[in-house]
């Protein structure tokens, strides 16, 4: 049984690669069984309530909790009422479709009169190396999202791998799969969270955020210490990754779990999200994601989405790549032979700041490889810091031809060198002056030195005098009277000084600044000004970097889910995006988009600002918001089926060709006669 899609609801889809979480002792140790992590799930009601009726969907307030204590552990909902129950079996929980390059469903690892060999989900070819199946899904209690009085709860299906791999076996091929799979399964689900080991995850991680580009959905990748111990972290870790899916958009992110540091000493958090259930410290970079009492966010750390792109999936990397790491005594002669053909890509580990021993036979080799086309990128061997060229010993691994790396880390560095070399548009000299680029956010930019704190306030109270002005200008009515200006005599500065008046600080000045801004962004993207718009997002810079110096906790833009062109509205949840397609200010909405709005963003009614363009048949608002990859998610697609059903019934040509650009399948008799119509998205 497929369900549609709730308002409410959040899917998310959970590829189940391997890992410790779905293991057993076995007689050699832990082995994976199949299926035993969805059966384990199924079991437990904090992550499948299909009812409603568990501790955890009535536990948020004293009343709630005894009127399920009442009832003796059971809610009074319509479901149970009606005599349903939690279904029994596998085979009974309703579906989702998904698909994968690989067939779904059929375990080599059943024993073939286990129960689950009769009932495991059955798939079918509807492609070239592509497979369907409805698998079963499970529901989390429904509990408040995060900064809103609304439930919501996260229906999730798992795709397991068949056979479930070991970290350590992890290739090139099975990054390019999980990609490919979440391409093909983009446009049905909210969000993703990948099941991995721990040995290899900081190079999956590192792989999957140059493999998927333009993304604009969040990908959490998780491994845990067996689900089946009693003592285990597993359960905090899969429901706080089911969490940051199913209730936060995070563009261009990849999570990672970890039990502890020395499960994994080298990651960069820049290109992937942190979620850390224990206090821990990221060598370069701070956490974009804390889990703890509270989920918190760095908002001014995530890198969004600016450009006008669809979502796709590279699925080439070049397998000729490796890792030198330089030692004392290293000869000339040992870096050619490390060189040669095939390789085309060499990631090599220096010492300290990127120096490098200074003997002609090791400079000499590492400069003919260069010359040869081999890309030879420098990074350091320390847990912390950057190559740079502050050293003589360092120039010169310039001057042979070495990119420097900046701050990346092994895994990084080498998977975005396969990325790139996997690229064949790209030239030598290209692919070098890339690695030296941010992509993903996997070094660190250069920052200008701030300024002095009195200019800082000064220009801030300048900023805010703008900033009412815009109020005033856009609230204003429409009138025909000419507008008359008066322009007081400024106040003599001495005369001034002898009031002893007293000054705003820096961050007094950018708070008012933040509290003002969404206001305005929202009534400038409703009129579709695009002065008042430009002014807004080209001030936030300087407001949050104003604020972050401060020790005084005061609202800031980066606190804002997604930054102040995601801002939401109280009342309706909308962002300005939201507003922008609703008028159908194309122009505005072109704006939001390359400055990072989330285009998949859904508002407190479920809908994305792809519904309300075509809701109000803005047709170029349309083409721009799909061109940066839009689609209908959430209660967007039984409205928009209604709709287009209304629209068959008048003869609504017009209207039908727009549902059908946004996705919508209309089958042309049913513009003929209303009873055959047949919808489907």
């Known amino acids: 049984m497929e369900l549609p899609q709730q308002g409410d609801e959040s899917r998310v889809l959970v590829i189940y690669t391997g890992g410790t979480i779905g293991m057993l002792v076995g007689h050699q140790g832990y082995v994976p069984e199949p299926y035993f992590l969805t059966e384990t799930l199924r079991s437990q009601s904090r992550f499948h309530d299909p009812l409603q009726d568990s501790l955890f969907s009535h536990s948020g ?35 989702l479709p998904v698909r994968s390059t690989r067939p779904i469903g ?9 129960p689950l060999s009769k009932h495991h989900p059955r798939c079918k070819q509807i492609a070239e190396d592509v497979y369907e199946a409805h698998l079963p899904s499970l529901v989390t209690p429904r509990v408040k999202t995060p900064g809103s009085s609304l439930g919501k709860s996260i229906r999730y299906a798992i795709l397991e791998w068949n056979p479930l791999l070991d970290s350590s076996n992890i290739d090139i091929s099975d990054w390019v799969r999980i990609a490919t799979e979440i391409e093909l399964n983009y446009s049905h689900f909210d969000a993703f969270v990948v099941l991995h080991g721990t040995d290899t995850m900081g190079y999956t991680a ?98 969004r989405q600016t450009g006008l792109r669809r979502f796709r999936a590279h699925k080439e990397m070049s397998s000729h790549v490796a890792t030198l790491r330089l030692f004392p005594g290293i000869s000339g002669a040992t870096i050619k032979g490390f060189c040669q053909s095939p390789i085309r890509g060499v990631v090599l580990e220096t010492f300290g700041a990127g120096n490098a021993p200074q003997r002609r036979d090791v400079l000499g080799a590492l400069k003919e490889a260069c010359d040869r086309g081999v890309v030879i990128v420098a990074i350091t061997q320390c847990m912390k810091g950057a190559v740079s060229d502050d050293y003589e010993t360092g120039r010169t691994l310039l001057q042979a031809g070495v990119v420097p790396g900046i ?41 200008a030195a701030p ?39 400024p106040v003599d500065s001495e005369s001034s000084k ?11 000045a ?46 800031k833009y980066g606190l804002m889910a997604g930054g102040i062109v995601n801002c939401l509205d109280a009342g309706s949840g909308r962002s300005p995006l939201h507003v922008a397609a609703l008028n159908g200010h194309t122009k505005a909405v072109n704006l939001l988009l390359q400055s990072g709005a989330l285009v998949h963003l859904r508002d407190a009614m479920g809908h994305t600002a792809l519904y309300y363009a075509a809701r109000q048949g803005h047709q170029s608002t349309i083409e721009v918001l799909i061109q940066a990859g839009a689609s209908l998610g959430g209660a967007d697609e039984r409205f928009a089926a209604f709709l287009a059903r209304e629209a068959a019934h008048n003869s609504d040509h017009e209207a039908l060709q727009i549902w059908k650009q946004c996705g919508v399948v209309v089958k042309v008799e049913s513009i003929v006669s209303p009873k055959t119509v047949d919808i489907s998205s």
């Open 61 to 95: 307030t004293v009343q709630g909790f005894r009127n399920w204590s009442r009832a003796g552990g059971r809610s009074e909902s319509p479901q149970r009422n009606s005599g349903s129950s939690t279904p029994a079996t596998l085979q009974s929980l309703p579906t």
């Open 106 to 114: 059929h375990s080599s690892g059943l024993i073939p009169d286990s």
């Open 206 to 303: 590192s792989a999957l955020s140059f493999l998927l580009e333009d993304l604009g959905k969040t990908i959490l990748t998780g491994a845990q210490i067996p689900l089946s111990q009693l003592r285990n972290d597993a359960t905090d870790n899969l429901m706080g990754a089911l969490s940051i899916a199913g209730n936060y958009i995070i563009p261009g992110a990849v999570a990672l779990f970890l039990v502890s540091w020395d499960d994994l000493p080298n990651f960069d958090t820049r290109m992937f999200l942190v979620l850390q259930p224990y206090p821990l410290q990221s060598p370069n970079f701070s956490p974009l994601v804390k889990v703890g009492i509270d989920i918190v966010v760095n908002w001014n750390d995530v890198i």
């Open 407 to 447: 701050d990346m880390t092994p895994e990084c560095a080498l998977t975005k060198l396969a990325y790139l070399l996997g690229k064949p548009e790209l030239s030598i000299k290209e692919v070098r002056d890339l690695m030296g680029a941010p992509l993903r956010g996997e070094l660190t930019r250069v920052s």
């Open 451 to 489: 300024s002095g704190n009195q200019g800082q306030v000064d220009q801030n109270m300048d900023q805010i005098q703008l900033v009412l002005s815009q109020f005033l200008r856009l609230a204003r009515p429409p009138s025909h009277v000419p507008h008359i200006t008066f322009t007081p005599d």
């Open 498 to 508: 002898a009031t002893a008046p007293w000054t705003w600080t820096a961050a007094e």
């Open 510 to 555: 950018a708070s008012t600044e933040a509290v003002l801004y969404p206001s305005l962004m929202h009534l400038a993207a409703g009129r579709g000004d695009l002065e008042t718009l430009t002014h807004c997002l080209g001030s936030a810079t300087s407001v949050d970097s104003t604020i972050a110096t401060s020790a005084t906790e005061v609202p």
